[in-house]
């Protein structure tokens, strides 16, 4: 983002510079001085918005608090065993780098990037015991990372305070496009990967082989500290999350059949009654983790204030990065640089259900989860697109749907020092791609004009 956030600055200033160098002083403010403006208005902005998040952060984090107390991550991860067992056939199931995974994705899976990330530098961790040339991705970690970047979510919740806070009056609308969405995008990933990976031969046979017996050898290994350490999230601190010692074992095969055909039969029912039924999304998941958390003996309120108190902490952790992006993309407004730049993208894309500020979006999405949730605050802060116009739904989608590719491989493979990441960056950009596309056909469905 260093790159990119700095490229922001200097294109703006040069067609502002190009701009006021021809500037015949007609009009109420040179292109300089609306820079200036847009400058100090997006810095404001920035603060007055991570004001606003402060209430429905807090209710989203005390919820998610109170589930994860229950030991909801861990009935996820139960479910997910089964099918786990059947993609990584190369990781024995006892392993601990399986449990890992599992728990990674149940994180995924709820909206929990606090938990999701050092669950997953915990999995690339163990993987690399499995992996007999050091530095080298395995088929595993191209696999793993592939189904990260694309995980099926149920509740974006970051994304649904986001437009919350924007004024959104449906700010629980994005949910049926980004679990269609992020269904398709997790299946291309999978397919992607198996089809982009090395084919086996004698020598990868052996290789497999020795991995069994590594693995093997290595089983019910220490689950301590298995939340512990890992990089650490712009948007969500990292917590400590109580585990089972032997780590998660998985329900019967019929049961997680059951479960998954439930999340895929979801999408035709959120698709076809989506607007009746978002209305009562977030109600509804309310009493649902309450009741849970109660059913669990759980002491609720305390949980919920526990997990409240985030809220607090991650909206000052992300003012840095809204001032930092909304600046930037503000600038580029201002200059009329963003307009020159992608404005005959978007116009050639825009008949297709793609405006220019999607592209944007997903561009930054692959780079910083931050960068590009802090672009979509600035976008929809413009009264012409707001949160429930097509584009808002569309950008909001997206920000849920798809994941920061090149963070995620740059985080995961370098916390056990593989260069070499063969086709897991492809497979990574391959769903982002995809996400893409579902999201543009799930919102053009539901909220095209």
Not at 53 to 80: C, K, N, P, Q, Y
Not at 225 to 249: S, V
Request: some cysteine; hydrophobic content about 55%.
């Amino acid at each position: 983002m260093n790159a990119v956030f700095v490229a922001f600055v200097l294109v703006a200033f040069l067609f502002a510079a190009v701009r006021q160098v021809g500037w015949d002083g007609a009009g109420t403010e040179s292109p300089m001085a609306a820079l200036t403006a847009a400058m100090l208005d997006s810095a404001s902005g920035a603060v007055t918005l991570a004001i606003g998040l402060v209430g429905a952060m807090a209710l989203f984090l005390g919820l998610m608090r109170v589930a994860e107390s229950g030991g909801l991550l861990v009935i996820i991860a139960r479910l997910l065993r089964p099918i786990m067992v059947r993609l990584f056939p190369d990781v024995p199931a006892e392993h601990p780098a399986m449990g890992a995974m599992i728990l990674n994705l149940s994180a995924n899976v709820l909206g929990l990037g606090n938990a999701a990330t050092p669950f997953g530098i915990r999995a690339m961790q163990e993987l690399d015991r499995l992996n007999p040339a050091k530095g080298t991705a395995t088929d595993a970690n191209g696999l793993f990372l592939a189904i990260n970047t694309a995980n099926v979510t149920v509740l974006p919740t970051s994304v649904i305070a986001l437009r919350a806070a924007m004024g959104s009056a449906d700010p629980a609308g994005i949910v049926a496009p980004t679990l269609f969405a992020t269904i398709i995008s997790t299946a291309v990933a999978i397919v992607a990967a198996r089809l982009l990976r090395r084919p086996p031969g004698p020598a990868g046979d052996a290789t497999d082989r020795e991995a069994q017996r590594t693995g093997e050898s290595s089983a019910g290994g220490d689950w301590d500290g298995l939340a512990e350490g890992g990089a650490e999230n712009a948007l969500e601190p990292a917590r400590h999350i109580a585990l089972p010692e032997d780590g998660p074992g998985g329900y019967p095969g019929w049961v997680a059949a059951l479960a998954l055909a439930s999340v895929v039969g979801l999408v035709p029912l959120t698709v076809l009654f989506g607007r009746e039924l978002s209305p009562w999304v977030i109600p509804s998941f309310m009493v649902f983790f309450l009741c849970f958390g109660v059913a669990r003996r759980v002491r609720v309120y305390e949980r919920f204030v526990e997990g409240a108190k985030d809220g607090f902490h991650v909206a000052v952790r992300i003012i840095p990065y809204l001032v930092a992006i909304l600046v930037a993309v503000g600038m580029l407004r201002a200059s009329g640089a963003l307009e020159v730049l992608i404005g005959p993208i978007g116009a050639a894309t825009a008949p297709y259900g793609v405006p220019a500020e999607a592209l944007l979006v997903t561009l930054l999405r692959s780079l910083s989860g931050s960068g590009a949730y802090a672009a979509v605050a600035s976008i929809l802060g413009d009264p012409e697109t707001g949160p429930d116009t097509y584009t808002g739904y569309l950008l909001t989608t997206i920000q849920g749907s798809t994941e920061t590719t090149f963070y995620v491989i740059a985080v995961y493979f370098g916390a056990v020092g593989v260069r070499r990441v063969r086709h897991a960056l492809a497979a990574g950009l391959t769903a982002d791609v995809a996400g893409l596309l579902a999201s543009v056909a799930a919102c053009s469905y539901l909220f095209s004009s």
